[in-house]
């Protein structure tokens, strides 16, 4: 056999062997990939879907991410499981299930996998308004959203002034000037 047509197979068969596999994962990631479901860890999945339907009406989509689109329903979810008391447990499950029907009610429609966070908003705000006992959490859960929005990673890194390493002290500074007009991430 021919040195050259040797040295040429080799170099054409080590070709293939690295142009396969990155073709491959080319193709495979121009696949539509599945949105991740969430399944809640303390809620039931139908206070769960009423607990992304509040967080979105509290900090629906602006300029800014949704706060469902930074997963506070998870954060939140997470922390009632695992910080709250249980009358504060109790309290939560109670307004969201409140809410929900509510929404049902107000919306006419027979699932809560139907509602929309227009259907929720108006009953939000209604409880944030309102001044009765078993209302009154519903300005907790509002707390707790923006808590939980403003201590995202994304949110304080790439929406409110952050600067990881500060550099110079200005002192006569103005903050519009220095921060674009963000407020400061913690």
Known sequence: ?????????????LGYVVAVPTFVSILQSCKDKKKEVWTPIFFTKAQGITLIGVVDSILPKTDTPSASEVNVHVFLDNFAANVMEKKQQKDFKAILDLIAEKAL???????IVALTEKDIAPIVLMFLKDKEKDKAFAKKVRELTIWGYKCNEYIGEEVLAYLPVPGEFIACGSVEKLTEGKAWSI
């Open 1 to 13: 056999m021919d040195r050259r047509k040797a040295l040429m197979q080799m170099g054409m068969s």
């Open 105 to 111: 009610k107000s919306s006419e429609k027979d699932n």
